[in-house]
């Protein structure tokens, strides 16, 4: 077992620590219990490493257990976690580069060999006894491949403390928790008829087999989070390839969900074994964690989450130069979790005016699309750039997130703070 560094366990500590004694106390505690159990602990903290600058973040260009190399001109440290430069995205084309692609870890990248690997399948949610799969038979399977977005649930989290003055705990992501990949692998739901699922069957939950997390000396087990039988059934893969190559190892190699549009703890990496259950599930993850708490939501918090929300970043760095009186051409990316993006707008004087941006990919739901607008800087001095975006369902992005104490799904215009000389 691995412990979370203290950053992550700051982060957790008191609800996870609450959600393990209840569940310990009584293995037949009410789920409704549970969930007041673990929401009584919420109280938002400081973000994690939210004082450090980037670029000092970044200066180490290591992770505790990370695979891949970090050069710091494209990742910022974050922890256990890798988070994109989302400048340097502006040259990859519609697909995240593997080698680009940011990186969440809740304690360190397993190496597993694909001629080693199992997945097996069992719960009273199934006709029989269990089932098991081996990397080959899975490939086995009629093959799908998919374009998806994978986003942590707390990109852009920073942004409630440094834009709103609103205090949250988590990891200080910006804007580069999120990648688009062209997944390839077998849909969860051919792999469950094989394993004979029933009608029975009411969650579905898949277990990653990266080592046990251990928060605050309470051992929370290997990272799992139920998935509702509609939603297992629906779009969801078991993805063995990643960009036309098998995964990398940080990456979920040799298998893991692809859970189109929600939240990125849904899209469990190294998936060891699905439980198939007739009874509703809970976990830490469901819980304690990934709830919205705070004014305006139930003792208990939220319901879990699920959709990602609506967001936009330019692909320019934070405090970048632009000369004077010449003609700039500034990319972006906006995308969606409940529809499709339809329309980008920018504003280069702080919001004051606001302009429709190109598109420069067909929108698709579960991806997201780059978009590009002229600019001719004025005056010298700092300005604010501002991107919005609206989704075929009518959102449009607001000024002013939603706070909730663990700062996730942050939906607002993000300043963009530049200079011009």
């Known amino acids: 077992m691995r412990s979370v560094p203290p950053s992550e366990a700051a982060y957790d500590r008191m609800r996870l620590r609450q959600w393990a004694r209840g569940t310990a106390r009584s293995a037949g505690i009410e789920r409704r219990a549970l969930l007041r159990l673990v929401a009584a602990a919420s109280v938002a903290a400081p973000l994690a490493g939210l004082a450090a600058p980037a670029a000092a973040a970044s200066a180490t260009a ?3 257990g990370i695979v891949k190399p970090l050069p710091p001109e494209v990742f910022t440290v974050r ?17 995240t580069p593997a080698e680009r692609f940011f990186v969440r870890n809740h304690t360190v990248t397993p190496r597993i060999a694909a001629a080693d690997w199992r997945l097996k399948v069992w719960g009273d949610g199934l006709k029989g006894p269990a089932v098991e799969f081996t990397y080959d038979e899975l490939r086995a399977l009629p093959p799908v491949t998919r374009t998806s977005f994978v986003e942590c649930a707390g990109n852009a989290r920073s942004y409630y403390a440094t834009q709103q003055g609103q205090p949250v705990s988590g990891t ?5 928790a999120i990648g688009t990949a062209r997944w390839r692998g077998v ?8 394993a004979g699922i029933t009608r029975h069957a009411v969650d579905v939950l898949p277990r990653g087999l990266d080592d046990e997390v251990v928060s605050d000396g309470v051992n929370l087990g290997h990272v799992r989070r139920p998935l509702p039988v509609a939603k297992a059934l629906d779009d969801v893969l078991l993805a063995y390839e990643m960009n036309g190559e098998p995964l990398p190892p940080d990456h979920g190699h040799p298998v893991r969900l692809i859970v189109p549009s929600w939240v990125g703890i849904a899209n469990i990496k190294w998936v060891g074994d699905i439980e198939v259950s007739a009874q509703p599930l809970v976990s830490p993850w469901n819980t304690g964690l990934y709830r919205l708490f705070g004014p305006g939501y139930p003792a208990e918090g939220s319901a879990p989450l699920t959709r990602q929300t609506l967001k936009s970043a330019f692909e320019v760095a934070p405090g970048a130069e632009f000369p004077a009186h010449r003609r700039q051409v500034l990319t972006g990316r906006s995308w969606s979790g ?3 993006v339809r329309a980008v707008e920018v504003s280069t004087d702080g919001g004051a005016r606001w302009r429709r941006a190109r598109l420069r990919d ?9 978009w590009s607008a002229d600019w001719v800087p004025g005056a010298r001095g700092p300005a604010v750039l501002l991107a919005r975006a ?9 000024d002013v997130a939603v706070h909730n104490t663990q700062g996730y799904l942050f939906d607002a215009v993000v300043r963009h703070e530049v200079r011009v000389v």
Do not use: I, K, M
């Open 62 to 64: 290591t992770a505790p």
């Open 390 to 398: 609206t989704d075929r369902s009518g959102r449009t992005q607001p």
């Open 79 to 95: 922890g256990t976690n890798a988070e994109t430069n989302f400048a340097a995205l502006r040259e990859t084309g519609l697909l």
């Open 187 to 194: 849909r969860l739901a051919d792999v469950l008829s094989r």
């Open 362 to 370: 067909e929108p698709r739901s579960g991806s997201w699309v780059r």
């Open 338 to 340: 409940g529809a499709p």
């Open 172 to 176: 200080a992501w910006t804007l580069g």
